[in-house]
């Protein structure tokens, strides 16, 4: 079975700083791997997908992900962040439906 | 325009009690899915539809049943409530049943809360 997972529960940083959410994958073949948001009490917000081609994916508010093929890694990232940044972040893996990863609570103080 | 919409958005019911939540898609998808939120903010699949049929049925108990009347609905509906099918649940869709190269769409979560 594929799956992803997130090693860190929570990640804080102060807004301006750079902002890291970790996903390792474990898939065989070639892996849909996507990053979803959910701000507290909405639903699930599309950020960015890798299928194929550049390693470097870039997505929404900013936000981009790299593929690592060697780590089996596909960790989110944001040059600065912002307090408005603050939310649930998930990792999932598509395996003709998605299976998410635990999840990271990212917490951007001022 | 919303793009999947669940009814209701929160639901309070007694144990015991049936009810049903409906999910609703105007993108055109052929394949639609249930997921469950836990307290613990984990995300697990439940049941998938392609185009009225049931393709994927995970282990949740047969309290719960599925139900598409057109590759644009796919309702939810579940007997004797208890106090554990407490939770959000997410309706999604897809463009079709193979690996989702153009994502998936989720609506806004209807949180059901048993007492």
């Known amino acids: 079975a594929q799956s992803v997972a997130q090693p860190e529960d929570q990640v804080n940083v102060a807004e301006g700083n750079p902002l890291t959410v970790k996903c390792t994958y474990s898939v065989s073949g070639n892996p849909y791997l996507f990053w979803y948001v959910q701000y507290p009490n909405r639903g699930l917000q599309f950020l960015l997908k890798y299928i194929t081609g550049d390693n470097l994916v870039k997505g929404s508010y900013g936000f981009e992900a790299e593929f690592n093929k060697s780590q089996t890694s596909f960790h989110l990232k944001k040059p600065s962040a912002l307090v408005s940044d603050s939310a649930l972040y998930f990792c999932?893996?598509?395996?003709?439906?998605?299976?998410f990863g635990a999840g990271t609570t990212v917490t951007v103080r001022a | 325009d919303t793009a999947v919409s669940q009814t209701p958005k929160y639901l309070v019911t007694q144990m015991g009690n049936d009810k049903s939540i409906k999910c609703e898609q105007n993108?055109?998808?052929?394949?639609m899915y249930w997921y469950k939120q836990d307290s613990k903010k984990f995300l697990k699949i439940m049941f998938s539809y392609n185009n009225k049929e049931l393709i994927i049925n995970e282990t949740v108990p047969n309290r719960f049943s599925p139900k598409s009347p057109d590759k644009a609905h796919l309702n939810l509906h579940i007997n004797s409530l208890e106090l554990g099918d407490s939770a959000v649940y997410f309706c999604a869709s897809s463009q079709n049943r193979d690996r989702a190269e153009y994502g998936y769409t989720f609506g806004s979560g209807t949180r059901l809360t048993v007492v």
């Open positions: 999932a893996v598509d395996d003709y439906k998605l299976s």
């Open positions: 993108l055109g998808h052929d394949t």
